[in-house]
């Protein structure tokens, strides 16, 4: 089974859903990464909101770029999404393993820092790329994203993300859902589907427990009517390419490209995003080198 992300409207207008499984997702960012419990917390969380305003937000080609930076010690942390369910991200330092709060949870604001800011980079094809950036009010993830989507996209937005890690560091269940509030929505109607999220589990452990998107679906929005408006695929998925690599080469100086020819006999490029390693040889460098004389 793949990775799903459920579209939905209830009934009557007032509230758009969005809930996403993305265990398989955050499993391969784990994997290349080598992250652990802290860090593949804080990297899983930030890519399940990017997903979620990526899918919400932006139209068939567009992308987004998050970065936060909170000042903790997984550093910076970075993921692009698209409206296709497509996503990557990497994390500046993925070996952070924290002491669990005292719930038992994973100390994600302890990782990752709360004196910082989180930014979302919308490349629309226009002239100039889009950024909003917003304080980071929490350094959970969750209500930061909330606090982007009411800050910099005038929506009001519920948003959880969550990753629940295994003893041995492979991520157990990841998801993450999103609530917007429609103009219809009444004060009482808003209050009602809060208290609802009040009382819903942790994601993952609805995800641990086997439940379909649907029927998390249905425990956040308890009592309130939903239509299914659409399903999609979601991946973790990296655009990298020994080409594209070629091109970032061709813009070093010819001094430092001959520097890799005389001192290392080539050059090795590895993709922050992934980890793909992609290696040139002397004649690959000498080739780059000839094209800018």
């Not at 265990?23 to 992250?35: G, L």
């Not at 709060?101 to 980079?121: C, F, M, W």
């Not at 226009?126 to 350094?139: A, C, D, I």
Request: with cysteine; glycine share 8%.
């Amino acid at each position: 089974m793949t990775d799903t992300l459920t579209k939905s409207v209830s009934k009557d207008g007032k509230f758009r859903v969005y809930v996403v499984n993305a265990t398989q997702t955050i499993q391969e960012a784990q994997k290349r990464h080598d992250t652990w419990r802290n860090s593949s917390a804080a990297l899983g969380r930030t890519m399940i909101g990017s997903i979620l305003v990526a899918t919400s937000t932006l139209k068939e080609d567009e992308v987004l770029t998050t970065r936060i930076q909170g000042g903790g010690p997984v550093g910076a942390i970075v993921v692009d999404a698209d409206a296709q369910g497509n996503t990557k991200g990497y994390i500046t330092n993925p070996h952070v393993s924290l002491k669990a709060r005292e719930d038992g949870h994973i100390d994600v604001q302890a990782a990752v820092g709360n004196k910082g800011t989180l930014s979302i980079t919308k490349d629309l094809h226009m002239k100039k790329p889009f950024t909003g950036e917003v304080p980071l009010v929490s350094g959970e993830i969750g209500m930061d994203f909330a606090y982007y989507m009411a800050k910099s996209e005038q929506i009001p937005s519920a948003i959880g993300v969550s990753v629940f890690v295994e003893p041995n560091e492979k991520v157990g269940a990841a998801g993450g859902f999103l609530v917007q509030t429609l103009p219809g929505a009444t004060d009482t109607d808003i209050s009602k589907i809060e208290a609802n999220l009040k009382v819903v589990p942790n994601l993952s452990t609805l995800l641990n427990e086997g439940l379909s998107n649907n029927e998390i679906l249905d425990k956040i929005m308890n009592g309130v009517e939903m239509k299914v408006l659409d399903e999609m695929p979601v991946q973790f998925q990296c655009d990298c390419s020994k080409e594209r690599f070629s091109k970032s080469l061709a813009t070093l100086s010819t001094a430092n490209l001959q520097a890799m020819v005389d001192e290392d006999h080539g050059a090795e490029a590895v993709c922050k995003f992934c980890g793909n390693k992609y290696q040139f040889s002397e004649a690959e460098l000498k080739k780059i080198i000839a094209t800018k004389d």
